[in-house]
Nanobody, 121 residues
Framework: QVQLVESGGGLVQPGGSLRLSCAAS????????MSWVRQAPGEGLEWVSG????????YYADSVKGRFTISRDNAKNTLYLQMNNLKPEDTAVYYC??????????????WGQGAQVIVSS
């Protein structure tokens, strides 16, 4: 069965960095675009970043552009999100999600369980 397992979350001070990973299994990873979506406490879901199947096209929400970098290793079936210069407003549960095609369209069919990121001094 399809599984997406996030790791790398934690508590970090403002201005710090974290790298999230999402290990995919149960399906062929390379043909699918992937995205990161977050949910802050008491808020709805917010799309953060997406990457096409080959990794050559990446997209970011304005709120994270210039600070976050999405990448993927198709040989390792793993998606990454490098988060730099973190701000308290980045505090959220971060989910990786499989897109329904090879391009980023914000249509998801599978989700991970989420990784908690807390940015606080």
């Amino acid at each position: 069965q399809v599984q997406l397992v996030e790791s790398g979350g934690g508590l970090v001070q403002p201005g710090g960095s974290l790298r999230l990973s999402c290990a995919a299994s149960g399906f062929t990873f390379s043909p699918y675009a992937m995205s990161w979506v977050r949910q802050a406490p008491g808020e709805g879901l917010e799309w953060v970043s997406g990457i096409n199947s080959g990794g050559g096209a990446t997209y970011y929400a304005d709120s994270v552009k210039g600070r976050f970098t999405i990448s993927r290793d198709n040989a390792k079936n793993t998606l990454y999100l490098q988060m730099n210069n973190l701000k308290p407003e980045d505090t959220a549960v971060y989910y990786c999600a499989r897109e329904t095609s090879d391009y980023v369209g914000n249509k998801f069919d599978y989700w991970g369980q989420g990784a908690q990121v807390i940015v606080s001094s």
